[in-house]
């Protein structure tokens, strides 16, 4: 697999927000975000055996494999790697691809909102979903989805500190006429972590 970078930090977002975790950041995506903060092309090739060794060397039990998009790279038999490492594996997708069936946790944040039909979304059942939120558009609430812990309002990071106060101003009112959402805010940049 291509791998971007794999590091050691606390989940900035969603469901497990605060969490230690071990980010495996695969390269490459299949969209085209307008708002997409990472860089994730280049990268180094790594076995499955070169991944866990890497994701062994911190001591928490959950593995976020993120990317770009890892639906594109990831296979059965690195979560069944890291499975065998004692590992919890959750996957960050915008769900435009099929998952291996034994990943534990999957984390669906879909961007078919912001792409139109280049972003259809496939996967019908997953652990939580995190919609981006902008403050402009009304989000869909994806029914058609099993969701089974939580659906979550990330508000749009703009990069300007005034317009960001505003989204997450929107987001909040927003959840207050629909409660059937939850605010996910990116604490990994609020306290300027990785």
């Known amino acids: ?14 469901y497990h927000t605060g969490t230690a975790a ?3 950041r695969l390269s490459g995506c299949n969209l085209h975000c307008p708002f997409c903060d990472t860089q994730h092309a280049e990268g180094t090739e790594m076995s499955d055996a070169e991944i866990v ?4 060397e911190n001591p928490s039990r959950l593995v976020v494999i993120t990317g ?7 296979t059965k038999s690195l979560v069944n790697a890291l499975h065998d490492a004692d590992k ?9 691809h099929r998952l291996p069936g034994n990943v534990d946790w999957i984390t669906l944040s879909p961007k ?24 402009v558009h009304s989000p869909r609430i994806y029914d058609g989805i ?3 812990h939580a659906r979550f309002l990330q508000p749009l990071d703009t990069g300007d500190p005034v317009r960001n106060a505003e989204i997450v101003k929107s987001a909040i009112e927003y959840i207050g006429r629909d409660p059937r ?7 990994h940049k609020m306290l300027n972590i990785r």
Request: glycine share 10%.
């Open 1 to 14: 697999m291509k791998v971007n970078e794999i590091f050691y930090s606390l989940q900035g977002e969603g």
């Open 22 to 24: 071990t980010f495996v």
């Open 53 to 56: 060794a890497a994701v062994r």
């Open 68 to 74: 770009g998009e890892p639906s594109l790279q990831l």
């Open 88 to 96: 919890m594996v959750a996957v960050e997708t915008n769900g435009t």
């Open 112 to 135: 078919d909102a912001f792409l139109g039909g280049e972003a259809e979304v496939v996967l019908r059942y997953v652990d939580e979903i995190k919609v981006i939120f902008d403050g």
């Open 146 to 148: 099993m969701c089974t």
């Open 181 to 187: 959402w939850r605010l996910s805010l990116q604490i």
